[in-house]
T-cell receptor
Framework: NAGVTQTPKFQVLKTGQSMTLQCAQDMNHNSMYWYRQDPGMGLRLIYYSASEGTTDKGEVPNGYNVSRLNKREFSLRLESAAPSQTSVYFC????????????FGSGTQLSVL | GEDVEQSLFLSVREGDSSVINCTYTDSSSTYLYWYKQEPGAGLQLLTYIFSNMDMKQDQRLTVLLNKKDKHLSLRIADTQTGDSAIYFC????????????FGQGTTLQVKP
């Protein structure tokens, strides 16, 4: 049972480049999330999907887009990367909305030069 | 606004008890959570407490909740080197959108 799988684990981009972070879960969870983690700031929610077919903005959505491709997959896209988007990105899934026992992936470390 | 505050660092000796503290602002949170992050890994749920409880014990872990002061603590008894990690306190946002508000995380260093 793989849980939540994120790819890639590391990525270096130049300012202005685009990329998509992939996330898949095999636990049949309805809700999925994208967080970013920055030193001294904890985790901040970028976007979330309460259920298949829905997506909503979190605390820091600017510069990002998401796609809930199906129940398993939730991708995060940076259309034009900026140095301020250098961070560690975590995908998470949740079996029950309103009772947030989140399961996290191992993260993607992104550097934008 | 909604906010969760934690101290950033705690150092203890192996075998001692560790107490990690957290304050939060949203009194309507149904559950409050403690997550643990080991180096190079994602967060994992460690324990949680329902808001109508004062205390929850789970093996070496004790969670205390003071709703009046909006204060949450995590006590780890007999702390081991394997407990070295970052510990995050989290609460629901007031609109119950499924959004968790995380604290900055407390780095626990356990010295042998």
């Amino acid at each position: 049972n793989a849980g939540v799988t994120q790819t890639p684990k590391f990525q270096v981009l130049k300012t202005g480049q685009s990329m998509t972070l992939q996330c898949a879960q095999d636990m049949n969870h309805n809700s999925m999330y994208w967080y970013r983690q920055d030193p001294g700031m904890g985790l901040r929610l970028i976007y979330y999907s309460a259920s298949e077919g829905t997506t909503d903005k979190g605390e820091v959505p600017n510069g990002y887009n998401v796609s809930r491709l199906n129940k398993r997959e939730f991708s995060l896209r940076l259309e034009s990367a900026a140095p301020s988007q250098t961070s560690v990105y975590f995908c998470a899934s949740n079996p029950q909305w309103g009772y947030e026992k989140l399961f996290f992936g191992s993260g993607t470390q992104l550097s934008v030069l | 606004g909604e906010d969760v505050e934690q101290s950033l660092f705690l150092s203890v000796r192996e075998g001692d008890s560790s107490v990690i503290n957290c304050t939060y602002t949203d009194s309507s949170s149904t559950y409050l959570y403690w997550y643990k992050q080991e180096p190079g890994a994602g967060l994992q749920l460690l324990t949680y407490i329902f808001s109508n409880m004062d205390m929850k014990q789970d093996q070496r872990l004790t969670v205390l909740l003071n709703k009046k002061d909006k204060h949450l603590s995590l006590r780890i008894a007999d702390t081991q080197t394997g407990d070295s990690a970052i510990y995050f306190c989290a609460e629901h946002g007031s609109s119950n959108t499924g959004k968790l508000i995380f604290g900055q995380g407390t780095t626990l260093q356990v010295k042998p």
